[in-house]
T-cell receptor, first 113, second 113 residues
Framework: QQQVKQSPQSLIVQKGGISIINCAYE??????FPWYQQFPGKGPALLIA?????SEKKEGRFTISFNKSAKQFSLHIMDSQPGDSATYFC????????????FGTGTRLTVIP | DAGVIQSPRHEVTEMGQEVTLRCKPI?????LFWYRQTMMRGLELLIY????????DSGMPEDRFSAKMPNASFSTLKIQPSEPRDSAVYFC???????????FGPGTRLTVT
């Protein structure tokens, strides 16, 4: 059972465009929502994260939007660059339960020049 | 900081052979996770340890898989006997228990022919 659902599976965006990746969850005990970025041949690395008590977090060109009532969150990449081409995973963490992250299935982003 | 170290980086073996993957977590981290990544199933948690003790191995696919953590600086994931469907990239990650960010190693690409 997939605890965190992620879409789309793949995304192609032109340079300068906005990339949007969506995730949804059911478990209201989740209290931390990170996004990981993975380049080919590398392990995933933390990109940006948000707690459910805020609706938005921005770091440079990367923004997480969080909708607690809908149990959805999304990653927006503004002014997308070819160097942003990677696989992006959303995840959720439950501090009161198991000490592990539940990952989405990943989105392969390709930014074309 | 050397980061999480995994070896080997690539492993090609024949069906039926024993395979051992190795991981050295970041010094001071007390939680260690083994993941498997495939195109079909994405990033799956296999097992994780807190303070060298296995906490949740429900993700281990079957009895052919076993993992150990004899001390705080070393863990192994063993597959015996290996099968072609075990072909995947295996990641090790570590963190301080209670902290959200997991640090991933570079992965071991396993090919079973």
């Amino acid at each position: 059972q997939q605890q965190v659902k992620q879409s789309p599976q793949s995304l192609i965006v032109q340079k300068g465009g906005i990339s949007i990746i969506n995730c949804a969850y059911e478990n209201t005990a989740f209290d931390y929502f990170p996004w990981y970025q993975q380049f080919p041949g590398k392990g995933p690395a933390l990109l940006i994260a948000i707690r459910p008590d805020v609706s938005e977090k921005k770091e440079g060109r990367f923004t997480i939007s969080f909708n607690k009532s809908a149990k959805q969150f999304s990653l927006h990449i503004m002014d997308s660059q070819p160097g942003d081409s990677a696989t992006y995973f959303c995840a959720a963490y439950d501090q009161t339960g198991a000490n592990n992250l539940f990952f989405g299935t990943g989105t392969r982003l390709t930014v074309i020049p | 900081d050397a980061g999480v170290i995994q070896s080997p980086r690539h492993e090609v073996t024949e069906m039926g052979q024993e395979v051992t993957l190795r991981c050295k977590p970041i010094s001071g981290h007390n939680s260690l996770f083994w993941y498997r990544q495939t195109m079909m199933r994405g990033l799956e948690l296999l097992i994780y340890f807190n303070n060298n003790v296995p906490i949740d191995d429900s993700g281990m696919p079957e009895d052919r898989f076993s993992a150990k953590m004899p001390n705080a600086s070393f863990s192994t994931l063993k597959i015996q006997p290996s099968e072609p469907r075990d072909s995947a990239v295996y990641f090790c990650a570590s963190t301080l228990r209670g902290q959200y960010e997991q640090y991933f190693g570079p992965g071991t690409r396993l090919t079973v022919t």
